[in-house]
């Protein structure tokens, strides 16, 4: 990049993705957390984002409350918003990881295209794609924020699990049971993982 | 955050912007270059990056490489795809500054309302708009890229400072008059500003 101003030259200097990761002390990847509604995606998303941070790790949660609101708020539910959604938080993640840091993306994101999508934009081994699974039962049974009993009311049209098809990932890095681990266990298989892949320091 | 999973209550830490300044020892900002196509906005964010690296610090620079060819790459010149472009542009670096980064944006952005919305994102102080200041018979003489070239001759349509209005800052942080300060000189000006206002450390 050159440029003349009053005959001084103009050249700049280029710090890359991995001048970030030497100085942060850790690879920029996405660890992308895909499940039902329910099955406790935020919830580890955070808690991950906890322990990486008493690491000394710099992550970054991208899910419904800063997108939806924000990037995402001109789109909404039909077909090709849901995808649309879906590939802009998958750009804005690829940023993130550019920049170095721990992204962890926790969305239903029901559709393997859209994800297998966001695994091309990202160099390998820098996509970390993370089946949240559980039973439709119990995330029925939980129903948190109380949108299956709307579901089922027929007052939410095309909710995953009930009236759209959830798409199971065929071959993600990892499965995290969340009906048969707690919440510590399943951090500690992605920690694991972090640090077995040399995404972060073995602590 | 709070839900069960075979009764075991599953509570997830919560980590802040403020947490993430700590780690980093710096403040996540915004730092919002204007100005006219080869002005040396491009050339002023990587410098400033390279300087920001060299001292420990992390940023991360959002210009048209990055963005036009994947976030915004369903997006053409129409009047509201320049306004979605830079609404988009603003909502990204409002995430990068809550995840503790330095951002720093490289983008025409001719429209003072645009600069404006993008402002009212973040908190008070966080947004540090920069009128990067070159007469326009200086960006086109150097006319890098030859794109001043090919709107002379109607090539590009609605080109900024031919075919195109450029609103300059009314109130900005700073302006930088590339056509009589060095690279250095610039730059130097930015490193002042983000220390005294406590973004980055005095050095």
Known sequence: MEIKATNITWHAGVITAEDREKLLKQKGVVI???GLSGAGKSTIARELEKRLYD??????????DNIRHGLNRNLGFSPEDRKENIRRISEVAKLFADAGVI???????PYREDRDNARKLLPEGKFVEVYVKCPLEKCEERDVKGLYKKARAGEIKEFTGISAPYE???NPELV???DKL???ESV????NYLNQKGIIAAN
Chains 1, 2 share one sequence.
Request: aromatic share 10%.
């Open 176 to 178: 995290i049971d969340t």
């Open 32 to 34: 992308w957390l895909t």
């Open 55 to 64: 690491m000394g790790h710099l992550s970054y949660v991208l899910d419904g």
């Open 103 to 109: 992204t962890i993306t926790a969305f239903i994101s």
């Open 168 to 170: 199971p990932p065929v």
């Open 182 to 184: 707690s919440l510590d």
């Open 188 to 191: 500690e298989m992605l920690l």
